[in-house]
């Protein structure tokens, strides 16, 4: 992700959730190129396309405006929460879809789809977040790299910043989160 505005980003994050008239509209000029690149990559694994990058960047910026009262601690945590956003938007389209068909399970994500977080089917992205949700229960941090990993497509150092930990702990968060996962999806 791009370091350039980030002090600016910040800055109108806390002039955001203090109510500052035009924070916002700012605060969408500077962030809209970074919320579509990771919409965009969410967009390619997403299948038949029911929804637009657009539409996905303004229905998560559209809750993340709902979400003023945030204590928005940096540009990393602003986009952070935009990429789970998007993700809760992405799984409750595919849950939708899903809801009208009858029959077996969602089928099983392989290892390299896993790690590379490719859906392919719309059943593939409820697993892989019945998974995340699961990862969430048992190791919070875990399930809060992966997203920020994969979804918000942040390094090992920004990641490390906004959770006040090391670089080589999140590599090792990393890791484990992805043996885990491969457990999981392979049960």
Same mark, same amino acid.
């Given at each position: 992700?791009?370091?350039?505005?980030?002090?600016?980003?910040?800055?109108?994050?806390?002039?955001?959730?203090?109510?500052?008239?035009?924070?916002?509209?700012?605060?969408?000029?500077?962030?809209?190129?970074?919320?579509?690149?990771?919409?965009?990559?969410?967009?390619?694994?997403?299948?038949?396309?029911?929804?637009?990058?657009?539409?996905?960047?303004?229905? #998560?910026? /559209?809750?993340?405006? =709902?979400? $003023?009262? @945030?204590?928005?601690r940096? +540009?990393?945590?602003?986009?952070?929460?935009?990429?789970?956003?998007?993700?809760?938007?992405?799984?409750?389209?595919?849950?939708?879809?899903?809801?009208?068909?009858?029959?077996?399970?969602?089928?099983?994500?392989?290892l390299?789809?896993?790690?590379?977080?490719v859906?392919?089917?719309? #059943?593939? /992205?409820?697993?892989? =977040?019945e $998974?995340? @949700?699961?990862?969430?229960? +048992?190791?919070?941090?875990?399930?809060?790299?992966?997203?920020?990993?994969?979804?918000?497509?942040?390094?090992?150092?920004?990641?490390?910043?906004?959770?006040?930990?090391?670089?080589?702990?999140?590599?090792?968060?990393?890791?484990?989160?992805?043996?885990?996962?491969?457990?999981?999806?392979?049960?």
């Amino acid at each position: 992700m791009q370091s350039s505005g980030g002090s600016e980003i910040t800055r109108l994050l806390c002039a955001f959730s203090n109510g500052e008239p035009g924070a916002d509209a700012r605060l969408m000029e500077l962030t809209y190129r970074e919320l579509r690149k990771i919409a965009a990559g969410l967009m390619r694994r997403e299948p038949g396309r029911s929804l637009q990058t657009t539409e996905l960047v303004h229905e #998560a910026y /559209l809750r993340l405006v =709902d979400q $003023a009262a @945030t204590s928005w601690r940096d +540009r990393a945590h602003f986009f952070q929460v935009a990429a789970h956003m998007m993700r809760e938007i992405l799984v409750d389209r595919a849950r939708k879809r899903n809801a009208g068909k009858r029959g077996g399970g969602a089928p099983e994500v392989t290892l390299d789809r896993a790690l590379d977080f490719v859906a392919a089917q719309s #059943a593939d /992205l409820l697993v892989l =977040d019945e $998974a995340l @949700t699961r990862l969430q229960s +048992r190791d919070a941090r875990q399930c809060q790299v992966v997203e920020m990993r994969f979804f918000a497509g942040m390094s090992e150092d920004e990641i490390a910043k906004v959770l006040g930990v090391s670089a080589r702990t999140v590599n090792r968060e990393w890791r484990m989160a992805r043996a885990w996962l491969y457990a999981e999806l392979h049960q």
